[in-house]
């Protein structure tokens, strides 16, 4: 399995992920799409794009991590806010790429602060399409950099195909898909957690 080398020497302690949560909505299909001759990226269908943030990752069904994560870390009215939010949402599938006994670790009580600054760090203030995003990075000539609301700069690259994003860390996640759009915001889906290097 792989390992997050931030998680790992933040908690030492081992819990066993026991906690399943079953949803019945399908995550966004996605389709490919052309921006250019030379762009290709994943772009969500809707779902519930008159419905807010938080009610979207809850009716999604690989997203069932994060949200009981946004629910842990007091998240929940925050992003249930007027925003707008970019939100890059990990898949439970990036959460299980982290060491085990990390997610429980995180969900303890004792850690709220240390999942906050997590969670705050994959949002952006502002809506971002990927367009939007795109256009940044070539406009940056290759890399451009957000601000996340956490406070922390996160950067973000595209190879012609995918957007991707680093890390304080200096680790990437892909964005899987793109464009989600929410009544408050948008998400793009990740597979890959992004630490803010506490």
Known sequence: M???????????????????FSFAQDM???????????TKINKSTETHPSKDIVFNTQNTKDLTTLTAAIKAADLTEKLQGEG???VFAPTDTAFEKLA???????????NKEKLQAILTYHVLAGKFTSEDLIKAVKKGKGKTEFKTINGKILKVM????????IDETGHMATVTIT????????????????????
């Open 2 to 20: 792989k390992t997050n080398s931030f998680f790992k020497s933040a908690f030492s302690s081992v819990f066993i992920l026991a906690t399943s």
């Open 28 to 38: 966004p299909t996605s389709k490919d799409i052309k921006m250019d001759e030379n």
């Open 84 to 86: 707008p939010f970019t």
């Open 100 to 110: 085990q006994g990390t997610v429980n670790g995180l969900l303890e009580i004792e």
């Open 158 to 165: 595209f190879d012609g195909k995918n957007l991707k994003l």
């Open 179 to 198: 464009d989600a759009d929410r009544s408050n915001g948008i998400l793009h889906i990740i597979n890959t957690v992004l630490s803010p290097g506490l």
